[in-house]
């Protein structure tokens, strides 16, 4: 049972531009929603996070957008950069019971054109 | 650094053999998870650790797999006759108990089963 479904499968950007990706969870349990970015041959970097008690988070270039009521989620990059194409995972836990274990989305293949 | 570190980073096997892969949290977190992730997908939840117990196993994970954490340090992860759907990269992550949230990751062990 996928728990978390991410869309879309890949994206291309032009430099400057926004890229937006979105996330819809099942399991009302999950309190924590991370954001991960991963390069070829590297382990998932922790890129942002957010709790379900704010609307939207932001830092820096990255901003979370999140809905409780219609369990979604999602990671606007903006002036998105050729060293932002990478694959972003988001992700989801509950800290009540589980461990915080996570449980990823499919990812989403980003690349950002000159 | 003092970032998590995996050994090795690269394994190549024929079906049958056994390995195992060593990850070496950040010093003071007393929690460890492995996952395993394979090409385009995001990564799956196999184990995790409190400190050198163990208290949870995913049903990813069969009786050939095993994983320690012997003194609440490192961890390994065995596989015994190794089949060529193991081949995946298996991560590890490590994370402070109590309320914090943030998983960081290694960079991974990339497995190939020949």
């Known amino acids: 049972q996928q728990q978390v479904k991410q869309s879309p499968q890949s994206l291309i950007v032009q430099k400057g531009g926004i890229s937006i990706i979105n996330c819809a969870y099942e399991n009302t349990a999950f309190d924590y929603f991370p954001w991960y970015q991963q390069f070829p041959g590297k382990g998932p970097a922790l890129l942002i996070a957010i709790r379900p008690d704010v609307s939207e988070k932001k830092e820096g270039r990255f901003t979370i957008s999140f809905n409780k009521s219609a369990k979604q989620f999602s990671l606007h990059i903006m002036d998105s950069q050729p060293g932002d194409s990478a694959t972003y995972f988001c992700a989801a836990s509950s800290s009540t019971g589980g461990g915080n274990k996570l449980t990823f989305g499919t990812g989403t293949q980003l690349k950002v054109e000159l | 650094d003092t970032g998590v570190s995996q050994d090795p980073r690269h394994k190549i096997t024929k079906r049958g053999q056994n390995v195992t892969f060593r990850c070496d949290p950040i010093s003071e977190h007393n929690r460890l998870y492995w996952y395993r992730q394979t090409l385009g997908q995001g990564p799956e939840f196999l184990t995790y650790?409190?400190?050198?117990?163990?208290?949870?196993k995913s049903r990813l994970l069969s009786d050939r797999f095993s994983a320690e954490r012997p003194k609440g340090s490192f961890s390994t992860l065995e596989i015994q006759r190794t089949e060529q759907g193991d081949s995946a990269m298996y991560l590890c992550?490590?994370?402070?108990?109590?309320?914090?949230?943030?998983?960081?990751f290694g960079p991974g062990t990339r497995l190939t089963v020949l």
């Open positions: 992550a490590s994370k402070m108990g109590g309320p914090a949230d943030t998983q960081y």
């Open positions: 650790f409190q400190n050198e117990a163990q208290l949870e």
